[in-house]
């Protein structure tokens, strides 16, 4: 496998372009399943994840054409099939799960695998299942395969107990096909999910609320293609922020979008971390400053996203003075706090709670990605030390981060991806 080998400590300048979103590509290539005809969504980023996404429609009946040099993905779901997708593929991607919404909704039957938990916790479907039962489906858990049936999902309330947010895309999907009107409160308001009800009331879904706490969706008897163009990436926009930080440099984001990151500025401001927007909605981030420590605490949206808190445990490692990050939505997500430790970060957990002593500087050291974003942090603090630093199961990063190396590269970073055996002589 590859490894990413780092030689820390050179300054990044210039401009660094965001790609669409991951989690919003995901969950759009699931909701073109509820129209038979084509549908066309762009900025789609060239992801392992969206590989392993358009496989499963594959196998479902869904013809695919990815054409990832221009960043689209062409998808007709006209002979869309109740096969149930294969178990590898369901347990090596949690977000193939998102099928099984469209598929009941249209088809009035779905046999998927159950997801199994990942590194960062136990990340249950009961909310999922909850809220299709509310719309009326009979669900059963057997053999391993979640089945549901209903020959016509009923419009209803429906009451998240936490905001998720595959929850809240899976229930809304399914509501656009039902009869009646769902209310679905206490939902998640992620800029992900207003992405994926613009592109469902293009395709002719009556959905009202996406990004407040009620989404209110009138069922329709029939949705048709449509042509969407994904949002960009928040998480990937943040982690490049924060590299400026730890490298103590000036870069600038194109292709983002502000207004979707006001939590994740207003942590970095308060660290000390220059943020300018600029007129044509790019970002300048300027990590010269002096810094200062911080609380955090991850919340659902418009609160700290947990997909940037690894990241900002690197910076936080690196700022004098005590810092604390509290991890409220997953139940298990430290797991890059003893990497951390291995360059030299002083950090103390206890239960969800991390205490962050900043230490002067961090040293190169071979670590590995424990998932994603543990994975990004990874690359920060590699950015940042002082030497080499080589990270390991990077095929967790090439999930979520489109060609990470040629952007760090393209910004002055010294970075490349090695093969096994050259690291190792
Ligand atoms: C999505 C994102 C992920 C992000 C997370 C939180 C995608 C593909 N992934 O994941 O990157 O970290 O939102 O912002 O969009 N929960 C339950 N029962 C359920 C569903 C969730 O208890 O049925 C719990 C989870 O275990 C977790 C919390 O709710 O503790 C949040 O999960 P959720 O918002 O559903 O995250 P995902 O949609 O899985």
Redesign the pocket.
Known sequence: MDKLVIQGGKPLHGKVPISGA???A??LLAGALLAPGESVITNVPNLA?VGVISEVLARIGVRVMMDLTTHTIRVDATDLTDTPPPYDLVTKM??SF?VLGPILARLGYARIPLPGGCS???????????GLRSLGAKVIIEHGYVEAQADKLIGGPVYL?????????TIMMAACLAEGTTVIDNC?Q?P?IVDLAEMLIKMGARIVGAGTQTITVEGVSQLHGTVHDCIPDR?EAGTFMVAAAVTRSRLTLTKVRADHMQAVISKLQEAGVGICVEPNGDITVDGTGEFHPIDLRTQ??PGF???LQSQFMTLLALVPGTSMVTET???NRFMHVDELQRMGANIKTEGNCAVIQGVEALTGAPVKATD??AGAAMILAGLAARGETTIGSIHHIDR?YEDIVGKLSAVGAQISRAQRKEVLV
Do not use: M, Q
Request: net charge negative; hydrophobic share 35%; charged share 30%.
């Open positions: 991951k989690n919003s995901l969950v994840d949690r977000a998102f960062i916790g136990s990340r249950p479907v009961d909310l999922h299942l909850k107990d936490y905001p998720s947010v595959g929850a809240t895309e998640a992620e992900e998480i659902p949206f996203p947990t997909d939505v997953f139940e994603l974003r979520g």
